[in-house]
């Protein structure tokens, strides 16, 4: 059971790229976010889902987009990557608002 | 969104010593959860609090949800150099979560 799978563990983009944050969950779970984490600063989230097909925006959106074909994916797209995205960033998953499950993360430079 | 104000901001504590972290809401919230996060780490579920005034434990670690349902605190007993990291409170608020800033826990031997 590997729980929730964030891939790549590290990339550098310049400015102006764009690229995909994966995110695959082998729980069944309905609920998926994303989340960023800026340096000693708490979690803010980007997007979330609560099934497949269903998307929406949560308090950080701008220069960002998901889709959820399915339950178990929820990939994080970056458009025209700026030194503002340098962050970390967590997919997490949870059955029912209850425990969230997180992935180990994606530590993101843009240069 | 939901407004989750966390105190303090980081604490340094001798081992041994005590440490408690403090979540406080201007509304009323359904459940508080919280999530401690080693250094390069992930965040990782503690516990959730559901009911006004629950008292829950786990080993050196007291979790308190306040009687009006807006505060809650983590109390950490004899702390550790494994209780190094910071540690999170989480409302649950519509489909959301919303984290509070954390607090980040420093032990010195």
């Known amino acids: 059971n590997a729980g929730v799978t964030q891939t790549p563990k590290f990339r550098i983009l310049k400015i102006g790229q764009s690229m995909t944050l994966q995110c695959t969950q082998d729980?069944?779970?309905?609920?998926m976010y994303w989340y960023r984490q800026d340096p000693g600063m708490g979690l803010k989230l980007i997007y979330y889902s609560v099934g497949a097909g269903i998307t929406d925006k949560g308090e950080v959106p701008n220069g960002y987009n998901v889709s959820r074909s399915t339950t178990e994916d929820f990939p994080l797209r970056l458009e025209l990557a700026a030194p503002s995205q340098t962050s970390v960033y967590f997919c997490?998953?949870?059955?029912?608002?209850?425990?969230?499950?997180f992935g180990q993360g994606t530590r993101l430079t843009v240069v | 969104g939901q407004q989750v104000m966390q105190i303090p901001q980081y604490q340094h504590v001798q081992e041994g010593e005590d440490f408690t972290t403090y979540c406080n809401s201007s509304t009323t919230l359904s459940n508080i959860q919280w999530y401690k996060q080693r250094p390069g780490g992930h965040p990782v579920f503690l516990i959730q609090?559901?009911?006004?005034?629950e008292v829950k434990k786990q080993k050196r670690l007291t979790f308190q949800f306040g009687e009006a349902k807006k505060n809650s605190s983590l109390h950490i007993t004899a702390t550790q150099t494994t209780d190094v990291g910071t540690y999170f409170c989480a409302v649950p608020t519509g489909n959301q979560f919303y984290f509070g800033t954390g607090t980040s826990l420093t032990v010195i031997p």
């Open positions: 729980m069944n779970h309905n609920y």
């Open positions: 609090l559901v009911k006004s005034g």
């Open positions: 997490a998953s949870s059955p029912s608002r209850t425990e969230a499950f």
